[in-house]
């Protein structure tokens, strides 16, 4: 793909974006998703659906597909684009779109600006390209998934960058800031710098060697693997200070095939650098040198790091009591929510389109959902109390009455005289004058000439609204055979009346022949 064409986001309506919400959501089960299903999830008025599928087709933003089973749409990477942006820009992340600065085998970067006037890289995951595409072996993105779009891969792509990315530089790793990440779409700093691979001259090759040398023992300390530590994802700038970046493919020191990515990474910088700056070192590091200090891949679930592994990490740091409840408790939630999950991805989750509509729209959704959930526990406590005070009620309706009776016996002599008296001085409303005042009070849309109806059904006699209805499908059912009536049919039927004609005349000559 080329330059990002971002042209047409600025004049896409409400509806549009609705609609490619939709289709996105009916892709978590449908490759193809058919016309009824996006006009049910989006919720648009009848006919509004196929307009606007028509004008995102035109713009290339979905792609209409028709085989023997099926006919609908699909959501394609110009779309996915669209929707990512849209959400990026109504989190006031950034607000315009520049150049392209390089292309990869499984991604393209961009530079984009933020409301501040402050330069940003765009990082847009591709995979599924042709020179790419063997992604089973080379990652586990799909985990125990057999069938899988390449959309969702690269989002989930962009998510693991992303987390390797910010616990990275939150521990003080030479790795470009991460600002946020939506769909297949991560946000970071812009690196003003060059990629070693350009870089023809060093000032101090040997110095250089063995930062790089220090920074890959560095990661294995912490429990990961960079997996592709090359010259085309290290970066350079003027002080020659470095800076790593493609992470996706990070794995865990207790991989099975942990030793050979690490080997690999150190033979990738020792061949660079004695191809290109005729450096050759015989001090080098291996896998035996690693002195585990922190274990990072447990935290961001790096690739080979299972659950079994997790909990062999747990006995060497054995927790408290209260700690380990709370590890049984999370156990049970992670159960639950792991067949929660399989329920979930059989259909779609209306939740989630909405909470997505609203992103698009630039609403604070941390906002809405404490009000919801306030909501809902003051209904739990009002009904918690309903059923608390009619158990009581149920349990001593005997205890209920001599307790008002004690409350009227205690009550002060001159308050019943002080109301006594309100009530004899002043208007009292009771039922009586409650109905007087009824009849004597004029309503807003009474007038002289109005006469109201007490009952509720219509005073049109229901033969004449059925002969309306009659009328009305007669001349609806007459309007369409006229549209049907079309050039092609009213051509048979001039056809047949031809061949009717000559039948006619034939038959008419052959009586004439026989006498």
Not at 260 to 268: H, I
Not at 405 to 418: G, I, K, M, S, T
């Amino acid at each position: 793909m080329g330059k990002l064409n971002v042209v047409v986001l600025r004049y896409l309506s409400r509806d549009d974006f609705r609609v490619l919400t939709a289709v996105e959501m009916g892709m978590k089960n449908h490759e193809i998703v058919p016309v009824s299903l996006v006009s049910s999830i989006a919720s648009l008025k009848h006919g509004g659906c196929n307009k606007v599928l028509r004008e995102l087709v035109k713009h290339k933003l979905v792609v209409y597909e028709r085989s023997r089973a099926v006919q609908g749409y699909r959501l394609n990477n110009g779309g996915y684009d669209y929707l990512a942006l849209k959400t990026l820009c109504a989190r006031e992340v950034l607000i315009s779109v520049g150049n392209q600065m390089g292309v990869g085998k499984e991604s393209d970067i961009y530079i984009v600006a933020s409301p501040n006037d402050e330069q940003y890289a765009l990082k847009l995951h591709r995979l599924g390209r042709t020179s790419f595409r063997n992604l089973k072996n080379k990652r586990d993105y799909h985990q125990h998934r057999k069938n899988m779009s390449w959309l969702y891969l690269s989002r989930l792509s962009a998510m693991k960058e992303y987390a390797y990315m910010k616990a990275l530089y939150d521990r003080g790793f030479p790795v470009p800031k991460p600002v946020d990440y939506n769909r297949h779409a991560v946000v970071m700093e812009f690196i003003n710098g060059y990629p070693l691979c350009q870089v023809h001259e060093l000032q101090d090759p040997p110095g250089l060697y063995n930062e790089f040398m220090e920074l890959i023992v560095k990661l294995a300390n912490h429990g990961l693997i960079h997996g592709d530590f090359n010259e085309f994802n290290l970066m350079l700038d003027d002080q020659d200070h470095i800076t790593m970046i493609d992470f996706p493919q990070m794995v865990s020191t207790s991989h099975v095939n942990a030793e050979w990515y690490f080997d690999r990474d150190v033979k990738c910088i020792r061949d660079f650098f004695a191809k290109r700056y005729n450096y050759e070192s015989e001090l080098y590091p291996t896998f035996k040198d690693i002195r585990r200090s922190c274990s990072l891949d447990v935290e961001v679930s790096a690739s080979g790091f299972t659950k079994d592994m997790e909990r062999d990490s747990a006995l060497l740091h054995p927790a408290g009591p209260e700690e380990e409840d709370d590890d049984e408790e999370e156990e049970d939630d992670d159960d639950e929510e792991e067949t929660v999950e399989e329920e979930v991805e059989e259909g779609v989750d209306i939740e989630e389109y909405k909470h997505a509509i609203l992103e698009l729209e630039g609403l604070k959704v941390s906002e809405t959902m404490p009000d919801i959930q306030n909501e809902e526990k003051k209904q739990e406590e009002h009904k918690e109390t309903e059923t608390t005070s009619a158990a009581r009620s149920d349990e001593d309706p005997d205890k209920d009455l001599k307790e008002e009776l004690n409350e009227a016996e205690d009550e002060c002599p001159e308050l019943e005289d002080l109301s006594t008296s309100n009530k004899e001085f002043k208007p009292f409303r009771d039922s009586d004058s409650l109905l007087h005042m009824a009849e004597h009070r004029r309503m807003r849309t009474d007038s002289e000439g109005t006469v109201g109806s007490v009952g509720s059904c219509s005073t049109i006699p229901p033969a004449v609204v059925r002969e309306k209805v009659r009328r009305q499908l007669t001349k609806q059912q007459k309007a369409a055979q006229r549209r049907r009536l079309q050039k092609g049919e009213a051509n048979l039927v001039t056809k047949s009346r031809r061949e009717n004609q000559s039948n006619i005349k034939s038959s008419m000559d052959d009586a004439s022949f026989w006498g």
